[in-house]
């Protein structure tokens, strides 16, 4: 501080520390906010948002979150959208005490920014009887080789749905991944009983020949016909991810691309690397990714990430849906 020998602290030096302080607090809550402590309406409180990969959280952890809770904030919590844990209404001044008691328990806060967000999942095929796929495993996985890493332009989430059903809308994320099967029917046991042709939701299957016949094209991998076949002639040929790439919700939404199926677990860790740096490289400003494959072409992205890590493209992807002033979404021709 500027001081004045005869008379203290002097009314100039005051200000100029004041000023100062102003200063480093606010780059200090800019560097907060990134590392996953958001600012709130209220003076000097933030919202704490806790790691929560997959949205799975150990009792203990959960104790000491309602600890935080009543300890720094007004005894509530919050579950967000994308299956964070967030203490409210924690003034700045309680950061160190907050992270030591997370550090204790080997947790952490969630981030912000532009980097790789905390990854989202169902319970996948680990007790929900529709998951084709170990979402959480793999989510678990990937947050751990991933999270944080920065993209040079936006925010970049990543999700994963067991199944077709898609909970965890992989359509509306920058790197999406659901959980399909591919059917196969062996014709030596099938009866003909149709039972699979009834529980197809699509019209992927009719009868020829006393047999059903599959249309790959009607198909979306959801595997109903496999679960209610009685004599197992319904079988899975194989399983994978479906891929899906450029997606976003928020203000404007915006479809993903389906751009590879199949993709197995060690191939979903080499794109999403192959694909953030890709990222890094062809994005611009603040765009997200989606903007990014919109202005130069999604042929250029297939050539130059799918292919190859020798993932199964699909070269022909439906029409995208893009949103539209007035609440709905239109076709946009790939």
């Not at 004045?4 to 907060?32: H, Y």
């Not at 928020?250 to 191939?267: F, I, R, S």
């Amino acid at each position: 501080m500027i001081t004045d020998e005869q008379s203290g602290p002097s009314m100039e030096g005051l200000k100029a520390d004041l000023q100062r302080e102003s200063r480093n607090l606010k780059l200090n809550f800019d560097e907060l906010k990134s590392g996953g402590f958001i600012k709130q309406t209220q003076k000097d409180l933030f919202t704490v948002r806790l790691r929560c990969p997959g949205g799975r959280v150990t009792s203990q952890r959960l104790k000491t979150a309602a600890e935080i809770a009543e300890k720094y904030g007004r005894g509530e919590v919050h579950i967000s959208v994308r299956q964070s844990v967030e203490v409210p209404y924690v003034s700045y001044q309680h950061f160190d005490e907050v992270t030591a008691l997370l550090r204790s328990i080997d947790w952490s806060v969630a981030s912000c920014g532009p980097r790789v967000r905390v990854p989202t999942a169902c319970a996948g095929c680990t007790y929900n009887p529709n998951g084709l796929m170990d979402t959480q495993s793999l989510c678990a996985e990937v947050d751990r080789r991933f999270f944080g890493t920065p993209t040079g332009h936006h925010k970049f989430k990543i999700s994963f749905s067991g199944c077709p059903i898609d909970c965890f809308r992989t359509r509306e994320m920058d790197l999406g991944f659901q959980g399909v099967v591919e059917p196969r029917l062996d014709n030596d046991v099938c009866t003909g009983c149709e039972l699979c042709v009834k529980a197809c939701e699509d019209d992927a299957l009719r009868m020829e020949g006393g047999l059903p016949v599959r249309d790959d094209d009607k198909c979306n991998g959801c595997g109903d016909c496999i679960k209610v076949c009685p004599l197992d002639a319904m079988l899975p040929a194989r399983k994978g991810w479906l891929v899906r790439v450029g997606g976003k919700h928020g203000k404007h939404p915006l479809y993903a691309y389906e751009v590879a199926n199949y993709a197995t677990d060690e191939q979903v860790y080499a794109l999403i690397e192959k694909t953030v740096e890709w990222y890094k490289d062809a994005g611009q400003g603040r765009e997200r990714i989606g903007a990014t494959i919109e202005r130069i072409g999604l042929r250029r992205y297939l050539d130059e990430v799918v292919v190859p890590l020798g993932l199964e493209p699909i070269t022909e992807p439906a029409a995208r849906l893009k949103y539209r002033a007035g609440g709905n979404f239109y076709g946009n021709e790939a």
